[in-house]
């Protein structure tokens, strides 16, 4: 397949594409293909915004004439999740999976938005549909077969979270997908023009939801989403030489100018001087301006390259690929890593009776031993690989990670501590793994297992709120990364083999999983097997009693949030 490259018909195309998405609604006919149309037109987005979001920043200050205001509003919408997810570091596909919530947030009231916002009155029918529009949106979905999972769950939350996101009283909202995609929705509906009503800038309507609303991640995201606006401030008009001009590009302390007459483009030029930003809303048909001229070689912007995480990985498999017999070897191994050698400082005081910091990377391989630095320095590689994956959940994913540690921690206290370090590795791969893969189906709720008499061990994805990893591409992902790690090995057993099947590592995976889910949730009430895999695994480490293990995990005050 030919990589994608922006130019103006793709970004035009984008524009009459989403027109004709948001007419299948009245064509029942029609249903089955609305999923694939919309989920091609997410991919659109996200792909033009990674290559022009100067050009989409300016299209938010844009009202496109020949296209109505459903139209406008949606694509403002679906940019403003794309800047949105951008700021926070979010991945290409999870930001798709937000930006089909917003092109389906009005898939089933076209007609009735553009009556609304025009000003004329609705017939109750009319308002009917508008006010079930999410409900009618999700039963549509289902009847073409499309797999029930983040999409709906947003739509079903969508009209709560936008009447409850600002207001006096401060009202939990606990599903931060849904928090973005409501921030995008009121931002959208606060810039897009509509007769007799108060249009608001893009910079007024973030400062004004920032000031009116009590959600924590809201205030965050909006604050990241300022910067965003502020790093690429295209689309604002400035006076330039007592002309009117519009903001194309600004890389450095060099803005790239379009001299205006009339909305219509006479010019361009490019200025280090320090100019006046004003943000207000163009409307027009002009195709140079919606269009063409951003792909002009005085305004295009160099895109930013993603970051790679395969050197990283291919470091973690080479450290376990290994028997050490000297700690030059592992140092040669690492030396690329330079930002490794304070977490490693860090994560050793452990190691250390006192809980003295390393002073040296030496010092701090030795500090933990020949037969265990290997496995830090894998875990720690993984934790930084971990730290910038960022994601809604992210304080809960961190949460849950600590909390694995501190059981792992406690556990060990008795006897086979060196096993520390290969029981949280594998927990460590897992939670990456769920990053990379299952990053729009992780949540903060503990899912509980739909058949608990299942001959399936308890997975780790019921923790980060779904139903069960992709078993063949997590199997993958081991035997590339870990091939020579027993223990990771014996981890992917709980994933992947029935409960009689597990070895004795594995059953210790399960009873560190069961402990972490009764922490999180205080139910302890277990089936036959579950109570037996506990009972056997505190044994193994040397506890008397299932009560003293969780009499001392207590005292650790471990830190733990469900929804």
């Not at 994956?389 to 809960?396: A, E, I, L, N, R």
Request: proline content about 4%.
């Amino acid at each position: 397949m030919q990589a994608f490259k922006a130019n103006p018909n793709q970004l035009k195309r984008l524009l009459e594409h989403t027109h004709q998405a948001l007419r299948l609604y009245y064509s029942k006919e029609k249903w089955p293909t609305i999923y694939p149309v919309l989920t091609q037109l997410a991919e659109r987005f996200v792909l033009l915004y990674t290559q022009v979001p100067n050009a989409l920043h300016a299209h938010l200050q844009f009202y496109a004439k020949n296209h109505g205001y459903t139209t406008n509003l949606v694509v403002n919408q679906s940019i403003l999740i794309c800047a949105l997810c951008k700021a926070n570091g979010y991945s290409p596909e999870f930001t798709e999976e937000l930006v089909l919530a917003c092109l389906s947030d009005h898939i089933c009231s076209t007609n009735e938005t553009n009556r609304k916002a025009s000003g004329k009155p609705l017939s109750s029918q009319e308002q009917k549909l508008l006010n079930l529009r999410h409900q009618i949106a999700i039963k549509m979905l289902n009847s073409a077969k499309v797999p029930n999972g983040q999409l709906q769950r947003i739509l079903a939350r969508l009209d709560k979270y936008t009447a409850s996101i600002t207001g006096v009283k401060n009202i939990p909202l606990y599903d931060n997908t849904t928090v973005l995609v409501c921030l995008s929705k009121r931002i959208a509906k606060a810039i897009t023009p509509r007769p007799q009503v108060r249009t608001f800038s893009v910079i007024q309507a973030i400062k004004s939801l920032y000031l009116n609303t009590h959600n924590v991640f809201a205030q965050s995201s909006l604050v990241t989403l300022a910067q965003q606006f502020s790093n690429c401030p295209s689309g604002a008009m400035v006076s330039y030489k007592k002309s009117n001009a519009l903001l194309l590009a600004k890389e450095g302390k060099t803005v790239t100018l379009a001299l205006l007459e009339n909305t219509q483009v006479k010019g361009i030029v490019k200025t280090t001087k320090q100019l006046s930003l004003i943000y207000k809303p163009i409307i027009t048909d002009d195709k140079t301006l919606l269009y063409s001229i951003w792909f002009n070689d005085l305004v295009r912007m160099t895109p930013s390259e993603l970051p790679t995480s395969e050197s990283i990985l291919d470091a973690i498999a080479e450290l376990g690929s290994d028997e050490y017999v000297e700690f030059k070897a592992i140092e040669k191994n690492i030396a690329p890593f330079t930002q490794l050698e304070h977490a490693l400082r860090q994560a050793a005081r452990q190691y250390n009776r006192q809980g003295q910091k390393a002073t040296t990377l030496r010092h701090c391989l030795t500090m933990v031993g020949l037969d265990t630095a290997g496995l830090l320095c894998q875990r720690v590689l993984l934790e930084t690989l971990l730290a910038d994956k960022p994601h809604p959940f992210s304080t809960d994913i961190w949460c849950k990670y600590a909390l694995f540690n501190k059981v792992i921690y406690v556990l060990t206290q008795h006897s086979k501590s060196d096993l520390f370090e290969t029981l949280l590795g594998p927990f460590t791969a897992a939670i990456y793994f769920m990053l990379s893969k299952h990053d729009s189906q992780v949540m903060r709720l503990i899912k509980t297992p739909s058949d608990q008499f299942s001959q399936k061990p308890l997975s780790i994805a019921h923790i980060f709120g779904f139903e069960q990893l992709d078993n063949a591409e997590f199997e993958q992902f081991i035997q590339k990364y870990f091939k020579y790690s027993s223990m990771h090995n014996a981890f992917a057993e709980t994933e992947l083999l029935d409960k009689h099947a597990l070895s004795i590592h594995a059953k210790y995976f399960s009873a560190i999983k069961l402990i972490v889910v009764m922490m999180l949730t205080g139910n302890d009430e277990l089936t036959t097997w579950q109570n037996q895999i506990l009972e056997f695994t505190l044994d193994e480490f040397s506890w008397k009693s299932r009560t003293l293990f969780f009499n001392t995990l207590l005292e650790q005050s471990p830190y733990c949030t469900t929804e």
